[in-house]
């Protein structure tokens, strides 16, 4: 009994020492010529499930002129965020509903697309961190994964870089075709995919190269490799980089950048959230990104806490736009306690909850949830035509 005991000692005193062990988390170092684009990657390099958390990253020795983009990736789409930008640093919330973000190896937790300044001479070299007490990952039963954080840097030089791909996002059909774009492309450009799928490869000219494929392809976090002769090389995971439809009057809401869940939906709820009338720190915001290869109609539902419909707005989505707006700027006043809204859409669309606190600076991701098959009792009380917020 004594040894059985003892063996048992043992194997909790290892498996806690196992887990204690922090996992590295790592920012990529990139390098990129004048007038190219960086996409830094965020790496797990022991994959395992996280539910939620958050990244906090440090740009404020980056000399960039722009944040062009944001992605996190997910093989089945579980996972969404929202990123605040406040100058030199970037603030994201994330949740995956199903802890399955963060499992698979083969892609970055998260990759952050921005352009250097065009003036920085060859060879300047800044580096890139996690804020180590800002960010943190919490596994399936809540529990925070100790992480080693490992920073990374920005290096202007080579000649060759991905700026994007378009498009970046859905599922092309055989014979399809998508463009790379970026500068330095040349004759010996080598441009490598991961993925089974036959493509032919055409460069169009120094800053384009043409893919057709050959049967149906998913571009979300596509991994390609392109490389010069001169030994430049440069890694980009595909995502769509949504075009803005006009403009938030919200000041932290503008600051804010959606993370979209790579999956879809046509008719969602986004859950009662906190209401400004309990606490006016507090506001709820409705993100929409049209990843279709065509113009989308889309309708915001106001419901009460019983299920009846109040106010409504109508808008259309381009192909390819993003929109994020604060829910009275929709309905024309703020969800009542215990209110929710509901989103049908013509096509299925990429959708996240937004729930910002002015007071603390902070944006929190909501997920939409697929709406009751059984239709609430509607009394409608009046319609807003959204559809020239682009304007």
Known sequence: MLLRHGFLFCLLAVTSFAQAIPVTVRVSSEIVPPGGMAQMKVLFTSPQPIIRGGMALDLSNAAFGAIDGIALFSDIGDVAGAAVIDGGQLTL????????????????LMTVTF???????????????????????????????????????????????????????????????????????????RVKLKTAVPADIRLIGPTEIQVTVGSALTMDGLQIDVKNKDGSADTYYSYLRGVP?????????????????????????????????LNADFFTAVALQNPNSTAVAVTVEEHAANGRTGASATLNLPAGARISREVSELLGHTLGIGAYVRVIASQPIQMVGLLGDDR???????????????????NVKRRRDAGSLGG
């Open 93 to 108: 919330r994330f949740t995956s509903p199903k802890g399955t973000f963060g499992t698979n190896e083969d892609y970055p």
């Open 360 to 378: 603390a600076g902070t944006v929190l991701p909501i997920p939409f949830v697929v709406a009751p098959a059984v239709a609430q009792p509607h």
């Open 245 to 277: 439809l006009g403009q938030t009057v919200k000041p932290l809401l503008a600051r804010t950048v959606p993370v979209f869940s790579i999956s879809t939906l046509a008719d969602a709820v986004l859950p009662s959230t906190i209401s400004p009338q």
């Open 115 to 189: 352009t250097p300044r065009p003036d920085l001479p060859i060879g300047t070299s800044f580096p890139i961190s996690l804020n180590q007490a800002a960010s943190f990952w919490q596994d399936l039963l809540g529990s925070a994964i100790p992480v080693e954080l490992k920073p990374g840097s920005i290096t202007v030089g080579g000649s060759i870089s991905v700026t994007d791909v378009v498009p970046g996002g859905g599922t092309l059909p055989a014979g399809a075709t998508f463009s790379i774009r970026g500068v330095g492309f040349n004759s010996d450009t």
